[in-house]
């Protein structure tokens, strides 16, 4: 076997183990993943029930959303308060179903904190200036904007060892 078709071999060993992993990860998060793509437009709802389109949402809130939709009260709670104060503000006899989806979509996330910052930073990211960003990119981008992490500057700096004394 000449030197040649030695490295063709090593190179298409090494592609194919790649590729395998590459294959794996990519199910991984497809799995992982998956529920963020089938709740989307109930994220959408969620986000902004002022954008949907009542006859595209589910049947138990179209009446609720369009009721919503056309109040001018509504749509200053929208814009003045953050999104959890602003469903906490709906009516329970005239928005039941509105609320309980609001609260089934901020349950799915550790605190109505990160809820809020999530939705906040998605909106912020998917714009339309930003419309190269693929899933992968936001879901790194919304996992750095919702983790808390103060690093202790202080001791760093403290702990930090120097090598080289300044001339």
Known sequence: ??????????????????????????????HRFSDFR????A?????????????EEPADVQFELIDLQESSEARAAYRDKNLIEFYKGL????????????IRMASLFGSTYICEKTFSTMAINKSK??????????????RIATTEMDPD????????????RAH
Do not use: W
């Open 91 to 102: 009516s329970p006899s005239t928005f039941p179903a509105l609320r309980q989806h609001a």
């Open 43 to 55: 994220f959408d709802l969620f986000q902004n029930p002022f954008l949907c389109v009542p006859e």
């Open 1 to 30: 076997m000449t030197r040649t078709q030695m490295r063709a071999k090593f190179y298409v060993t090494y592609v194919q183990k790649y590729l395998e992993l590459i294959k794996k990860m990519s199910e991984e998060f497809d």
């Open 38 to 41: 089938d709740h989307g437009r």
């Open 153 to 164: 500057i202080r001791g760093i700096v403290a702990n930090r060892k120097q090598h080289h």
């Open 129 to 142: 200036l930003r419309s190269r960003l693929t899933d992968d990119h936001l879901n790194a981008v919304l």
